[in-house]
């Protein structure tokens, strides 16, 4: 056991034939400091390393390198723990930086190399594969909202297709640049089962793509990545489980704009959509030959519009919730035409019926109840009353005129 010193330098421990062996410390001029264990004058064993610029280093030595297992401290407050092989940090280890970020994995050289877990200061987790102090190979990053992304990295830089997985279940796979769906990629809806594979510009879909509901319809069209108001618009076509097939405007999810939409019994609807709904100009043509032509709002006649039936009675007029309101005229086909006004689908006001053999009949309806007298007139006869649903009620005169004579007598029913 002894002291030597030379110019600054400093060792104090134990000698063996002129090498140092055994335990000792040494002092260097820069004020470096190293305590341990030596063999054949170099560090070999457990030793300390204090250095002049705040960092640290206690573990195994061999033949004066850092070499088994040790920690490694920095005046940042970098920490490495881990194994070491000839001055290199080279197996398994954990480095803390000083801003928390983590790495747990292999280390090859004194660089990050195999199989590893970055946990960043962010609050991201990546495990995965690395070469060279890089992200190398197929890993995943688990986000702070609990999204998952998988893939390939090259050197550092995140491949073209990757697979990513949204906390609410949604689950994409394809391709991604810039950390967004972009190219040709397929989504599955966690909500509801739905699956969109299609092309994608900046995470929304753009271009040509299809989209299959969970009932097994299928829309097949054109999407355009125009975004109005935040909304989504696009033209495309869809088929039904049961066989409906619509072709038109499409914005977040509904039909918009104009389409065309034919059902499997054949009913077809040509005209303006809004919210899903038949809402504005349109035709439709139903199953049984009859067909709508006018205004809608909500899906149900609304406004002005003309409603022919298969056995060719028709409705022109005004609508309201799909209710005939308002003034219109109703034909019934060879017997009658009605001429007045509605109120909630009933026949409400004044009122002119024109009969087929001529008649013509003028009364005040309330609520679809004849409820005032008025004259119904042909070539031969003339009555007057009381009318009530549509038929001759209460007390009244009727005329019957022949030639010159003129015949009244009282009433008190009549069809």
């Not at 610029?53 to 407050?77: A, I, L, P, V």
């Not at 609410?168 to 190219?183: A, I, L, M």
Request: glycine share 20%; hydrophobic share 25%; with cysteine.
């Amino acid at each position: 056991m002894g002291m030597t010193k030379s110019k600054g330098w400093v060792f104090e421990g134990e000698w063996k034939n002129g090498e140092r062996k055994g335990r000792g410390k040494e002092t260097f001029p820069n004020e470096d400091v190293f305590e341990g264990e030596w063999k054949n004058g170099k560090r070999h064993g457990e030793g300390k390393e204090k250095l002049s610029n705040g960092g640290t280093f206690e573990g195994e030595w061999r033949e004066g390198m850092r070499h088994g297992f040790g920690k490694e401290t920095f005046s940042d407050g970098r920490v490495f723990e881990g194994e070491w092989r000839d001055n290199y940090r080279q197996g398994h280890g954990t480095e803390t930086l000083w801003d928390r970020e983590v790495f747990e994995g292999e280390w090859n050289h004194g660089r990050r190399n195999g199989k590893g877990t970055e946990m960043s200061k962010y609050g991201y987790v990546f495990e995965g594969e690395w070469r060279q102090g890089r992200r190398h190979g197929f890993g995943k990053e688990r986000y702070t909202s609990g999204d998952v992304l998988e893939g390939e990295w090259d050197d550092g830089i995140f491949g073209r297709h990757c697979k990513y997985t949204s906390v609410n279940g949604d689950v994409y796979e394809g391709q991604w640049e810039d950390g967004r769906r972009h190219g040709h990629g397929k989504v599955t809806y966690g909500k509801d089962g739905g699956v969109y594979e299609g092309e994608w510009d900046h995470d929304a879909p753009a271009g040509q793509g299809k989209y299959t509901a969970p009932d097994g319809s299928i829309c097949r069209g054109t999407w355009y990545s125009r975004w109005e108001y935040d909304q989504l618009r696009v033209y495309t076509n869809v088929t039904s489980a049961d066989g409906d097939v619509y072709e038109g405007g499409w914005k977040e999810g509904k039909r918009e704009g104009e389409g065309r939409y034919t059902t499997a019994d054949g009913s077809i609807y040509e005209g303006s959509w809004k919210n899903d709904q038949l809402h504005g100009y349109g035709k439709r043509t139903f199953a049984d030959g009859g067909v709508y032509v006018g205004y809608w709002e909500d899906g149900m006649h609304s406004g002005h519009g003309k409603l022919t039936f298969a056995n060719g009675d028709a409705y022109e007029g005004g609508w309201r919730e799909g209710k005939r309101h308002g003034y219109g005229k109703y034909t019934a086909a060879n017997l009658y035409v009605y001429e007045g006004g509605w109120f909630d689908g009933m026949r409400h006001g004044p009122s002119k019926q024109t009969f087929a053999s001529g008649n013509i009949l003028h009364t005040e309806f309330h609520f679809g109840l004849a409820s005032t007298p008025g004259p119904r007139v042909d070539p031969l006869q003339r009555l007057s009353g009381m009318l009530n649903a549509e038929a001759v009620l209460g007390t009244g005169l009727s005329f019957l005129i022949v030639g010159a004579l003129s015949v009244s007598f009282q009433w008190l029913r009549s069809a």
